[in-house]
């Protein structure tokens, strides 16, 4: 137990782990580039509960002059989730030493949003499926739905281990060789356990502090120094739910569906919440909202939310009440239950588990009606 009377600190989440043995990785080829680093397609020895095996995995590291950048949060938030058929699994870490790599499994049909976007022209050949496995081309609605319902179960898992994603979005879902889909890329993710208990131990700090220096606090300017010291610990303002400190200044669209707003992180802002947007508040119903945007981009073949506006447009307007619309040629399946999604009183949204069941019942309609 920690002084607080808490046996769960943030430390022991990770301190079980060890980092795995470098030189049993083989990077292979490069699959793709972000920001801070790059995906590797990676042969790796002896992977835990493996030895004597070699596995085909995906590793993502990081480019050496971006030393801000860590992957240690990432793969606490991944070693937390554990496993699960919509999650990508994390099979091992290297991150007590630079540089950082997170060793995950290898989902071989790449980003659900590539996908989508393939399957707009016939020209384009899409993956053929494996037996057993679902049928990829053509993208029938009953592929479509599949794909609605395996994010729901992804999501409704994360959201069961108090994970917000913060960056759910067509382009961090995968597909694995059976066209399963993994929700991947907990970069921006919170661990709402670990939060409280962050925000616990300030709290703690803080009034130690005070009562240790109570004597300091007689005169009148003390009580100006304690108001100063608790807004610069906890903030001024800020709701409830978890606060990110970016601002709104100068603009810039990345290639990645991140708006570049100034000179802070990049935001998924045309995937993101009115209170989000407003007060920089991530919660599960936060994370609802962008499954609601990504059932948009289902069924519209991965067209980008907003795409007339700018994001400093969709910032404001967003939070003024407007809604992506669905297109003419789109389908229409799951066009109520997105619109709940984005309803304005978080509360208000369906939770993952009722959008699961809804999905569900959908299928078995069409099940049902084709026999
Ligand atoms: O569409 P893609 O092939 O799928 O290109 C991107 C690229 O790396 C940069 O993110 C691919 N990628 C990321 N994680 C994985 C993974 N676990 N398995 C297979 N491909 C991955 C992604």
């Known amino acids: 137990h920690n002084r607080y009377g808490n046996n769960d600190d943030k430390t022991s989440l990770a301190s079980e782990f060890q980092d ?18 790059q995906v590797w397609k990676a042969e790796a020895d002896d992977l835990s509960g ?11 590291t990081i480019r050496a002059c971006s030393a801000q950048v860590s992957l240690k949060d990432e793969a606490n938030i991944m070693r937390k989730l554990g496993s699960h058929q919509n999650v990508v699994t994390l099979l091992g870490a290297c991150v007590e030493s630079e540089p950082h790599m997170l060793i995950m499994e290898y989902a071989m ?14 020209t384009n050949i899409l993956p053929a499926s494996v037996p057993g496995g679902r049928s990829l081309a053509p993208l029938s ?16 898992y994360i959201a069961g ?16 060789h059976n066209g399963m889909c993994k929700i991947c890329d907990f970069g921006m993710s919170i661990d ?12 703690n700090a803080a009034n130690d502090l005070m009562r240790h220096n109570a004597h300091k606090f007689k005169f009148d300017f003390g009580s100006r120094y304690i108001l100063q010291h608790w807004q610069h610990t906890f903030g001024q303002g800020q709701g409830q739910g978890n606060c990110s400190k970016d601002h709104p200044h100068g603009e810039k669209k990345s290639h990645h569906g991140h708006d570049t707003i ?16 407003q007060y920089h508040m991530f919660t599960t119903e936060t994370d609802i909202w962008a499954f609601g945007i990504v059932l948009w981009e289902i069924a519209t073949l991965g067209s980008t939310p907003y795409s007339q506006l700018t994001g400093r447009e969709v910032i404001r307007r967003v939070p003024q009440g407007l809604r992506p619309d669905l297109p003419k040629e789109s389908r229409h399946e799951f066009y109520n239950l997105m619109s709940r999604c984005w309803h304005k009183e978080p509360h208000m949204r369906p939770s ?3 959008s699961r069941l809804e999905i569900t019942r959908s299928l078995h309609k069409w099940v049902d009606d084709d026999s």
Not at 144 to 151: E, S
Not at 165 to 171: F, G, M
């Open 20 to 37: 795995f043995e470098r030189s049993n990785i083989r990077l292979k080829s490069l699959l793709g580039e972000g920001n801070f680093g």
């Open 50 to 60: 493996h030895f004597g095996a070699t596995r085909i995995v995906a590793v993502k």
């Open 352 to 354: 993952f588990a009722q």
């Open 262 to 277: 100034g000179k802070r992180h990049a935001l998924p802002i045309r995937w993101m919440a009115p209170e989000s947007l």
């Open 109 to 122: 049909r790449g980003r659900l949003l590539s996908l989508l976007r393939a399957a707009r022209s016939a």
């Open 161 to 176: 281990r108090r994970i917000v994603h913060r960056d759910l979005a067509a382009r961090n879902v995968l597909l694995d």
């Open 192 to 203: 709402l356990d670990a939060e409280r208990l962050r925000k616990e131990q300030e709290k």
């Open 141 to 156: 609605p009953r592929t479509l739905a599949g794909f609605a319902l395996d994010i729901a179960c992804g999501m409704e």
